[in-house]
């Protein structure tokens, strides 16, 4: 019985092929729109996920808040960042992060592994001749390589006697050395010119780091890029008269409870600056920025996929329309039918196959559609591709439902028609 409803429906969508197409332009466009941002939308959760989690969860960021200033949960931002975008006031230097501060709170917790300490110096511009190379200034100290897991191609990292020494020393990256020594030249101990705004500097190259493309890629090309020009913390802020820090990245254990350790320094650091009317100390992880966003990506890419699934409802009022003109066209093959002996069932049946088939095919064509845009959108921002099963089979099984819930009335309709009145339609 279904499957000989299933050719008569599909026997039907042959004979009207173009009404047939017409009629699942609805749900082709809602499906494929639905599964395209779905899948974007999960593109971009696993690519800023994968950035995070390679920054180590384990990590834990400490920055200098002003009191009563709502932030985000994510405590002050990316190392390095300054303070006087969260606020209307600067902090002094006696409100910073010192280093005694820094050397006490890592005696009180033998479970932090290291910190990691980072300041932007600007961008320049390393010369030779024809040859450039753009570069932004980092100042680190050693855990600075622990903290990012920067990954050494040659040479070594900035250590601590580098820091305390306020050496000339630079880490550059691989891009760096493709623009500087194009012939292959081995750079370690080379020395390189950089032209500041304010000054000319001479470092000498002791390593070279990987560079990764984070985001969702750029558009300079390699010639042009800014990479990162890692110095000594020290070396960077020599200059200064502000020695101590507005950020800090405390890298709990591998393996440690990091909540555990992130609400300890908390109540820690709330104890030091419990006399400071202005400022605070804000502590906050990895984990729960990860979690944040992939919740908000997640409810974003949900929020708006609904929108685009309005269009299904569209879709499914013209399934419900086109199913009423093939009643009214059939009313005498169902006459027929019913003189013959088919009940009710049997016509309800067979119309609401027919619906289901429409939006099935129409759900199939949507899917293929959408995957291959987000596909397309996955390969040119270079996000991995994620399809989940549970989305494409639900979108399938979806248009199913809608073609039953907007084939049903017709279907009654059909199956109501009185048989003799159905025979004498004209």
């Known amino acids: 019985m279904i499957w000989g409803n299933i050719k008569l ?10 009404r047939a197409l017409l009629t699942m332009l609805g749900i082709i466009i809602g499906i494929m729109s639905i599964i395209a941002i779905m899948i974007i939308g999960d593109a971009m959760t696993s690519s800023v996920s994968g950035t995070l989690s390679e920054l180590g969860t384990n990590n834990i960021t400490v920055s200098v808040q002003e009191r009563g200033v709502e932030t985000s949960e994510f ?51 390393a010369k030779s001749g024809d040859l450039y190379a753009n570069i932004s200034i980092t100042g680190v100290n050693a ?10 191609t040659a040479g070594s990292f900035i250590s601590t006697a580098d820091v305390n020494e306020k050496s000339q020393s630079a880490v550059v990256s691989d891009k760096f050395v493709n623009n500087m020594f194009p012939d292959g030249t081995d750079p370690i101990g080379e ?28 558009t300079s090309s390699e010639m042009d890029m800014s990479t990162a020009f890692y110095i000594p913390v020290a070396t960077a802020k020599q200059d200064l008269l502000e020695k101590n820090y507005n950020t800090i990245t405390v890298i709990g254990e591998v393996g440690g409870d990091v909540n555990a350790l992130t609400d300890r320094l908390q109540r820690y650091f709330d104890k030091v600056y419990i006399n400071n009317k202005d400022w605070k100390l804000s502590v906050s992880n990895m984990t729960s920025m ?11 890419s949900i929020a708006i996929a609904f929108i685009a699934g309005i ?25 027929t039918r019913k003189a013959l002996g088919a009940k009710n069932g049997h016509i309800q049946l067979q119309f609401v196959t027919e619906a289901v088939i429409i939006a099935s095919i129409g759900g199939v064509i949507g899917l293929l559609l959408g995957i291959g845009i987000g596909a397309l959108i996955a390969t040119v921002f270079g996000v991995p591709l994620v399809i989940s099963p549970v989305t494409t089979l639900g979108s399938v099984m979806f248009s199913m439902v809608i ?5 049903l009335y017709p279907a009654n309709k059909a199956a109501k028609l009185n048989p003799i009145d159905a025979l004498r339609y004209e």
Do not use: C, H, W
């Not at 479970?111 to 300490?117: F, H, L, Q, R």
């Not at 269009?311 to 006459?335: A, C, F, P």
């Open 143 to 152: 855990d600075f390589i622990t903290a990012n897991s920067t990954a050494m």
């Open 403 to 407: 073609g039953v819930f907007f084939g």
């Open 191 to 218: 020395v390189v010119k950089i032209f500041k705004p304010e000054s000319i500097e001479l470092f000498t190259i002791i390593g070279v780091y990987r560079y990764e493309q984070t985001g969702f890629g750029g």
């Open 75 to 125: 405590g002050g931002g990316p190392p390095g960042m300054r303070m006087e975008s969260q606020g209307a006031k600067t902090p002094s230097s006696d409100d910073l992060i010192t280093d005694q501060l820094i050397v006490e709170m890592t005696a009180n917790f033998p479970d932090v592994a290291g910190v990691s300490i980072s300041y932007n110096a600007g961008n320049a511009q």
């Open 311 to 335: 269009s299904l409802l569209v879709g499914g009022i013209g399934v419900m329309n086109i199913m009423l003109v093939s009643v009214t066209e059939r009313t005498r093959e169902i006459g």
């Open 290 to 300: 990860l979690d944040t966003i992939t919740s908000t990506l997640g409810t974003i």
């Open 9 to 18: 429906a599909i026997s039907s969508l042959k004979a009207n092929k173009m």
